[in-house]
């Protein structure tokens, strides 16, 4: 593996490894200061959102960082401000996602723009409103919400199987470019001359769709086979799922489709003149 299909799946890890490691890392954070859990897991996943938002409501590259970071501060302000002068923890959880939603509303009117990925966020955190009262202090269901999340992706991402470029084309893109021009030309190429090619991604995009499917059941079955004070272990154990799911994919990807794949976007690179 070069040095740029290299850096490309470490990026690519360490993003996945954020939104598991972070929301726990907040939750062993605030408990010593008596924060209570379902508080602590939606301080977490604030700053997942946030995150989520900085780094795939943009275009070739403009980013609203200023804006986002600004809300998602402000938002863990008037969660926190809310709480401690004694309001509702419910009513300071829907504040804080509310500053939030409206950072990310204001970025995608900036961009005059909405696609599928903003569209999914301003949905997740309109989920964590309405959780917000409907979860009467079980933190369980905050541990379980990502699963919406990885559903509705399931969903996004069937439907390109059948519809427009399959996501694994589009996803596997920087993997199998690295940077190279004639490589990215040869990349389109494949896709677009090539039938094997196409039903290939199309394969790969649909396994992928079944294991988010099954990473958002397993998540929320495995985050209510404890009870509502047993956090850290509900949140651990939910995460095993992605962790397994995803380390099978990819390896099943890496070793059964992309000699494949490689060898058809070879047939379509240029014949240097020498």
Do not use: C
Not at 17 to 38: C, F, N, S, T
Not at 165 to 193: C, E, H, L, T
Not at 244 to 254: N, Y
């Amino acid at each position: 593996m070069n040095t740029a299909k290299a850096r490309v799946l470490l990026i690519s890890l360490l993003d996945a490894a954020l939104d598991i490691v972070v929301p726990i890392a907040v939750y062993l954070a605030l408990q010593p200061l008596g924060v209570p859990a379902i508080l602590s897991l939606a301080a977490g996943g604030i700053l997942i959102g946030g995150k989520a938002a900085f780094g795939k409501l943009t275009d070739t590259g403009e980013r609203d960082t200023a804006l986002l970071l600004t809300s998602t501060v402000i938002a863990l302000a008037v969660l926190f401000g809310l709480y401690v002068v004694g309001v509702n923890t419910a009513i300071a959880m829907a504040a804080g996602l509310v500053v939030q939603g409206i950072g990310v509303a204001i970025s995608i009117t900036r961009r005059r723009k909405l696609d599928g990925f903003a569209l999914l966020v301003l949905t997740e955190l309109a989920l964590g409103i309405a959780l917000s009262f409907v979860t009467s202090g079980d933190p369980r269901f905050l541990v379980a919400r990502p699963a919406f999340y990885t559903f509705v992706a399931a969903l996004y991402v069937f439907v390109t199987v059948f519809r427009g470029k399959a996501f694994m084309f589009i996803a596997s893109r920087p993997m199998a470019v690295a940077g190279d021009p004639k490589r990215d030309v040869a990349y389109d190429r494949a896709w677009q001359n090539s039938a094997e090619f196409r039903r290939l991604e199309r394969i790969g995009t649909a396994a992928f769709a079944v294991v988010l499917l099954a990473e958002s059941v397993l998540r929320v079955v495995l985050a209510f086979q404890f009870n509502a004070d047993e956090v850290m272990a509900s949140s651990l154990v939910s995460q095993l799922p992605v962790i397994a799911l995803f380390v099978l994919f990819i390896l099943g990807f890496k070793v059964i489709l992309v000699p494949r794949l490689t060898k058809l976007v070879e047939a379509e690179m240029p014949v240097d003149a020498a």
